[in-house]
């Protein structure tokens, strides 16, 4: 047992896993991570708090992460690469790991011009430091945990018990390149991947043989990224912009079925499309169960956090197993 | 090379309003490489200047030099003596900031005023384009990459790419910027080296870049010492 | 002098205004009479940097005209001409009424 979290513990007794994603606000609202805590409360194994995702400032992941400890919910704290250098890693790490949070996902970050998109004005002209990537900053925590190092080298007496999770886009281009790349991933020292969000069953499919053909299912614990899609805008928007999302011609065509059927009522609109979308995740949920190596879901439900009880349950997936600690 | 982009003219004409006689300095390396600071430009530009004021009616004397490399101190003598001898002052130079800057220097109580903005180190890819390739770390690792630097052609620098907003060859920040990482996949993918990617390469000492703070090169044997001429 | 209109350079395109001229034009061969293959686009080019260049400098672009026609044509140069005089009438009213 590296950590002893409950998302390991689930994994190491052979459970299918579910994570959820929960987004902090814009602001110091302790209140909202804790209406979203409340909500979501038993839905998953795991939630992820996000860190300032798409270069957008919001309540800090740790901090976010604290408070849904606080409400008995087990957090995965998520770290990029672009907002802090080795030390500020290595120092907030060791700070959570006081706290009590023990996953943590690394990734990359979004390049801070994302920040400024749509309404938001963000912060595109901020200096980004980016001084370790991805791969590297598993290393820094695997170091920090199994080796009771610093990566400079200094000792660390009280290590660390982390669950070090990595993202993964499995149809990301280039993509044939995509699986050797998990494969880094996993030598670096990826306890659990999470992957970018499936629409394409079937491509996904293709990706995680591939995976699986290289034994790196039985080093690591996929849990397949599953984006709830609320109408057809969603949809395309997803596949034509967001790097590493296809969505396939059916699932969009299913979304205007939904849209036509609702007529002109503008409510009944969003509302048709919202069901289908919801009856599209529950069956994506069951479709890449059943493919091997995929050992739990990650789910994310973009200011929707309040339809997730209601996904989890229609998928099959509560109860949620409690294991005990060893 | 060094490339350069003239600043934009309302801007340059700022810096100089108060001055009666002015030069304009080109520089005939990079600058004029990437047209945007050489002799040709510095034509234009001080004509451009010189109608602008013309059509205030504002008396002023915009003269034009060029010199080989504004980067190479001893380049620098003639005009420095040109611009004391005919009361220039103050010096617009059109070349990049290490030309402003060693020409600040040379000419110590005059002022001197940047044309250009300094972008990058880079190569033009096609006509009109120029293209960032070399980031000045200090410390190459081109033989890792296939030749392709993932410090100044990744938007995050990362060492162990590509990272999932890679899309069509193209990186996340937008359609102009080419993937870093792809070009080196595919690079390396020809040369059939594609193996050594998979080592981890692990966290890099950024000290032997501007991060170290400013830098120094010194080659002691060509250093003159005040021993050697007594 | 210049044997062409292809040979202006942009330095050259400016120093009529330099001198003190209100504007310029410029007549050159009709499209795709030039006998030079790339002459026709250079030239364009440089006219439209040196419009780009009246406006950052605040006189305009309109102070910049280019008319094409044949080598034989003169009789139409009075009247691109007198085109040209006009427009500019109108635009030294405009600024001195703005």
Known sequence: MKSGSNLERVLEADQFAVTVELGPPMDCSAEVVLEKARLLKGCADAFNITDNQTAVVRLSSIAGALLILQEGLEPVMQMTCRDRNRIA???????????????????????????????????PGAKNVYDVDSLQLVSILKGLRDDGRQQGGDPVETRPPLFIGAAWTPMGDPVDYRPRRLRKKVAAGADFIQTQGVYDVDQFRGQMAKAAAMGLHEQTAILAGIIVPKSAVMLRYMDSSVAGVTVPRALIDRMEAAKARAGDDKQRVRLEQEEEGIRITVELIEQVREIEGVRGVHLQAIEWEKRVPEIVERAGLLPRPTVAEA | MIVGEQ?????????????????VVGCGSCATVCLAGGEREVMTLASALRIAFLREEREKEILEHCVTRQCEPEFLEPLVARARSEGIEAVLSLGCGVGVKLLAEKLQDLPVFPGLDTKFFGATTEAGVWVEMCAGCGDCILHLTGGICPIARCSKSMLNGPCGGSKDGKCEIGPDTECGWALIIERMRRLGTLDRLDEVLPPRDWSSGHFGGPRRVVREELVTHRSDDE | MVPCVARLSIPDLLAPYELGADAVVVISCAEDDC????AESRLAHRIARVKTLLDEIGLGAERLDHWQTHGSAEISWTAFWEISRRKLQQVLAREKAG
């Open chain 1, 89 to 123: 890693i290595q120092s907030d790490i060791l700070g959570a790991a006081a706290l009590g949070i023990r996953n943590c996902l690394c990734i990359a970050g979004d390049h801070q011009s994302f920040g400024a998109a749509g309404r938001l004005k963000g912060h």
């Open chain 2, 7 to 23: 600043k934009p003219f309302a801007q340059v004409k700022s810096f100089i309003e108060e001055y009666g006689k002015l030069l």
């Open chain 3, 35 to 38: 006998m030079y293959p790339t």
